[in-house]
């Protein structure tokens, strides 16, 4: 909270995510990894959970490539309602199997009030969608949870609309939320959505929670998520959530804007290079001659 007096500042309906609350940055752990801190945190995976050998074989290849977290959707908010819904407690299941073989925690998404108890019995972290950003009883179901959550930008919301949102959680008693910007619905149709940059900004300057970007959702294509992830980084967020396919053109959905492993190694090669002008760290799994 540089710029701003505490004291001139009428307190905002926010008042637990407000830095005039607390003025140090909040550190948010999944697994073992600490999000919030000087570690920029990659968190990477397919849209949709398939099949036990998709799965696996792009847990592998985001590891190895240094994701610290992987993610992949079991209950899908679709559109459409004949689009497929995800594969719900088998693809759960099938998340759990890739942590136990890779050792990365996973984060998944919890559409239904109903799901939570489920869902936080597999999860490390729950992740709240773009749908559901507003979804008042879901937010406080999750303020009770012990699982961290990942808060994602409602597409028609404003940041203080988020800030309420991730209030709900943290009034509940969950102090663990991770903030993520994944674009927002404007007039323009040339992208899937436009990725509000400026709104990191805006929030580490309100708030004291971690925040992350992901330009997957963001741009809809993937040529263009590694120069959107690269500004990321340089704008100040605390991490990245990217979906990698083993094989994006087969993918069940959004392969469009999945990147494949080796595209995924490329950029992640890119942003351990680029993190020390940023004051910002990359712990790889990998040895660092695999990087050279
Ligand atoms: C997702 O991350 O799987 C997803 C559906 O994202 P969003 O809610 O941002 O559209
Ligand atoms: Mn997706």
Known sequence: MSQISRETQTMPSYRLASRLTKNENSLVTIGDTCVGGEEFVVIAGPCSVETDHQLLGTAWEVKSAGAQCLRGGAFKPRSSPYSFQGLADVGLTMLARAREFTGLPFVTEVMDTNDVDLVESYADMLQVGTRNAQNFALLKRLGKSQKPVLLKRGLMNTIDEMLSSAEYILSGGNENVIL???????????????????????????????????????????????PLAKAAMAVGADGLMIEVHCDPASAWC???????????????????????????????????????
């Open 180 to 226: 993520c910007e994944r674009g927002i619905r404007t007039f323009e149709t040339s992208t899937r959505n436009t990725l509000d940059l400026s709104a990191v900004l805006t929030i580490k300057e309100r708030c004291h929670l971690p925040v992350i970007v992901d330009p997957s959702h963001a741009s809809g294509k993937a040529s263009y998520v590694a």
């Open 254 to 292: 959004d392969g469009e804007e999945s990147l494949d492993p080796q595209q995924f190694t490329a950029l992640m090669r890119e942003l351990h290079a680029m993190a020390p002008h940023f004051n910002r760290k990359i712990s790889l799994a990998v040895p660092q001659a695999k990087l050279d």
